[in-house]
């Protein structure tokens, strides 16, 4: 996870990026950085909100939402390659 000092949030997890569309934050762009992307969302603060849901376990989003957000941002991903 890294924060952006412009109000953007960053992330390399797939999971993670996941949860934070299924919990509609918006993505704004995949970011290269050497032989991997960074998702980069809007609103910092409520992307660190969720994200720490996610990862402490608490975060609470249907499963079918949450697989198809992953296809997505997979797709997203083999696309830039």
Do not use: H
């Not at 993670?16 to 969302?41: D, H, I, N, P």
């Not at 994200?51 to 249907?62: D, K, T």
């Not at 949450?66 to 991903?77: F, I, M, P, T, W």
Request: net charge positive; glycine share 6%.
């Amino acid at each position: 996870m890294q924060s952006k000092e412009n109000g953007e949030y960053a992330t390399k997890d797939l999971g993670e990026a996941g949860a934070l569309v299924c919990s509609s934050l918006k993505l704004l762009r995949l970011q290269k950085e050497k032989s991997f992307f960074w998702f980069v969302f809007a609103n910092k603060s409520l992307c660190e909100q969720f994200a720490g849901e996610y990862w402490s376990g608490a975060l609470r989003i249907p499963a079918r939402q949450y697989s198809e957000a992953l296809r997505s941002l997979k797709d997203r991903l083999f696309a830039q390659k």
